[in-house]
């Protein structure tokens, strides 16, 4: 099960505040659903952390995925529950 997040971060820069950043934050947990009844899994392209000046619920470090087209940062605690896909291309 997922739920989406939109964070709107104010940026400073003098003499007026500028910068707006609009982040996506996905949080992901366990159900105890009928597999059958959720919707289709997605993939989760990592992207790497980042260390960053702001903060969402006062964690900084960052990890960013690409799902579906979309440039989006997964909550650090749910990071434990996606899996990792082993994949070689055949030439």
Known sequence: MT??????ILGVQA?????????KE???WRSY???????????????GFTMDEWS??????HHW?????????????CLKLLREIDYEPKL
Do not use: T
């Not at 007026?16 to 982040?23: M, P």
């Not at 959720?38 to 392209?45: F, L, N, P, R, T």
């Not at 969402?56 to 470090?61: Q, R, T």
């Open 33 to 47: 659903r009928d597999w059958s009844l959720c919707s289709g899994q997605e993939i989760y392209m990592y992207l």
């Open 65 to 77: 995925f690409l799902v579906n087209g979309e440039k989006i940062m997964v909550n650090n605690y």
């Open 26 to 28: 996905r949080v992901i």
């Open 56 to 61: 969402v619920n006062d964690i900084y470090k």
């Open 3 to 8: 739920k989406d997040y939109e964070h709107i």
């Open 15 to 23: 003499p007026v505040a500028k910068s707006i950043l609009k982040v």
